[in-house]
């Protein structure tokens, strides 16, 4: 794509597609590049709140004005999605070592916890 193709879109939300197959959406922040007869813009740079990105104009194999709410998606993470199990597993995993670690220890002559907050307990006092 050149950058006179760019130039019905200057003061639209739209949605570019890359070589690559990813989309970007945003307004175009450098329109100022695309308004001269015969521009050589060679980047674009898009902004859709926060998020600002810029890529190469040669890279966009496809670009249309969209609606901005559409473009827009909050992933919702459920209980049997794979990071969930996957923190679930974790969060056993530790806690099996842990009970297994106090096991170990409490079979020695001295069990010694030391908590979260840095106090240690001893199952014998420190004068035995």
Do not use: C, W
Request: charged share 35%.
């Amino acid at each position: 794509m050149d950058a006179e193709e760019l130039r019905p879109y200057l003061a639209r939300f739209v949605t570019v597609t890359l070589d690559d197959g990813t989309e970007i959406s945003g307004y175009i922040a450098n329109p100022e590049d695309f308004r001269k007869e015969n521009a050589e813009a060679n980047q674009i740079r898009l902004v859709n709140g926060l998020q600002n990105s810029i890529t190469e104009i040669s890279r966009i194999i496809d670009i249309k004005a969209v609606n901005r709410q559409d473009t827009t998606e909050i992933p919702v993470i459920g209980e049997s999605s794979d990071v969930v199990s996957r923190m679930k597993k974790k969060q056993s995993e530790d806690f099996d070592e842990k009970l297994d670690e106090l096991f170990d220890k409490s079979l020695s002559d001295t069990l010694e916890v030391k908590l979260p907050n840095g106090k240690i307990i001893h199952s014998h006092s420190e004068d035995e």
